[in-house]
């Protein structure tokens, strides 16, 4: 389609010029800084901030967010907070643009159900989270489920284990939750991407494992499952409203039509070599309409400029 691909960030080394492992996430705020989410072991810092001039300005560390199991997804909502989900941590959390700490949901390595007639309100694999216009917000759980549920537990807050999106408004509030939970018409085995569309509130789930996306109203109602031939790894819309998904281990990052027509392919497919990767993961776009993805199993940040007007 006529983008060309750089590797204009940095990661910063650890000891001995060791860069780390994987970034599964990337996020652009309203200033056009990049954020980038890194799997990183014990010790080493795992969110960075980078400038519109690809500058390292902020690095946050485990002072402020601990650890993260498994770094999975990150986005930016309309405020520049930015939400990092730890699939195995079983915690999302809102850092601010200052690189602070202001929310958790979850309890640090404690799966289970969200239960809010218990006043519980844990997680279970938190995959990514999601912004309607409102405020509002989705996070996609579900990774390690893949159906059957998690029966096999002998904790009674964790019983269900049931891939499921939950739905709370923009101060952290309990609207409602749907769950996956099996193979079939509105069903899904993980929602292990989520998307909300831009023109209707549409909430849009990328059950990777099964192939497919799954649409659901803002409210939770089943609308259609579109079936594909890739891996669904991520979902997003760009600055026109138009949708992208990352198809995995493809290396690929396919534009679509909302019926799951192919309209373009960006990426040189699966490998290390220049515009390849291991496994495309969770995008952003800048103001420009630039686009940038990370790689989960390769630390480095590939920006694919648009292409220009003649």
Known sequence: MGYTFSYPFNLPPADKGVYGSGVPAVGIDSKGNLWAFQRNEAGRPQLFKFDPEHRLILTVGEDVIGHQEKAHGMSVDPSDNVWIADADGSTVMQVSPEGKLLRTIGEKNRR??????????????????????????????????????????????????????????????????????????????????????????????????????VVYSKSGEFIKTIQMRNLICAIGFDPQG?????????????????????????GNGAGRGPGQAIETTYMAWDRQGNLYSGDTSVPRITQWAVPKRR
């Open 242 to 266: 138009v949708l992208w998904v990352a198809s995995g281990q493809d290396g690929q990052l396919l534009k679509l039509d909302r019926a799951g027509n192919v309209l373009g392919a960006v």
């Open 112 to 213: 289970g159900d969200w239960d809010e007639a218990k006043g519980q309100r844990l997680l279970w694999q938190p995959m990514y989270v999601a912004f309607a216009p409102n405020g509002e917000l989705y996070i996609g759980e579900g990774h390690g489920n893949e159906s059957p549920n998690d029966t096999e537990s002998d904790d009674p807050s964790n019983n269900i284990g049931a891939a499921r999106i939950i739905h709370l408004d923009k101060n952290g509030k309990y609207i409602n939750q749907w769950f996956g939970n099996s193979v079939g018409q509105g069903k899904f085995s993980m929602a292990h991407g989520v998307a909300v569309d831009p023109r209707n509130g549409d909430v849009w789930i990328g059950d990777r494992e099964q192939y497919r996306l």
